[in-house]
């Protein structure tokens, strides 16, 4: 009864762990260039224990562990806008952005300009050409940013917006604000990204779709959670007997 129990429990934190990623994800569905995350679990063997006194052999108990989260992807719907500081990729591309905690990465496209002239994100990260930040004066006027990256202005190109890929994009790891950070260092996308200028990207996150996986999930964690109570009376109520009988 107690294995039931446990193995119900590995079963209620892996639910709760799939609620978990579905919140986040409904909660960045209008987050522009978001990329969703699913969840993968896995069965876990509890290795059995053996002697040769054992009347019968142990059966194997099996439980329910979180393997990973993979991030989706998957092209999100690149909208129009007509600004020109707006740029969508398409592709499996990454703009590359410095913050205070070093370099990040990240697929939102909705760019400014700063005080100071800069490129910089909407949470005012700048944004990083092949050759650093890139800068334009106030004097400059027609900016453009072209498919391939180029930024030009009525006095010529003034760098080139950095895309990066990764090896195993399946490494990097959320580091807030719609950025990731990776430990393997990235690589020049080349023909696997492409702007798409005075465009963004919007969440790839398909809300019916995760309304709908959490309603069953909580659906789920309910029946488990009714059965764990319901051994857990159990057990009480054969430790209650056995106290009665040890005593009469």
Known sequence: MQNAQLIGLSAQMALGRELEVIANNMANVTTTGFKARTTRFQEYLMPKASAETFQRPDRRLSYVIDAATPLDLSQGPVEATGNPLNVAIRGEAFFAVQT???????????????????????DGHLVLGDGGPIQIS???????IGPDGTVSTNQGNRGKVRLVTFADPQGLTNAGGNLYSATAAPQPAGP????EPGALERSNVRPVLAMSRMLEVNRVYQLVSDTVSRLDSLRGMAIQRLADASAA
Request: no cysteine; charged share 20%; glycine share 14%.
């Open 100 to 122: 205070p905690q070093g370099e990040r990465y990240t697929r939102n496209g909705a760019f400014e300009m700063n005080p100071q002239g800069q490129i910089v994100t909407s």
């Open 192 to 195: 696997q990204g492409r702007l």
């Open 138 to 144: 106030q004097q400059e006027t027609g900016l453009t």
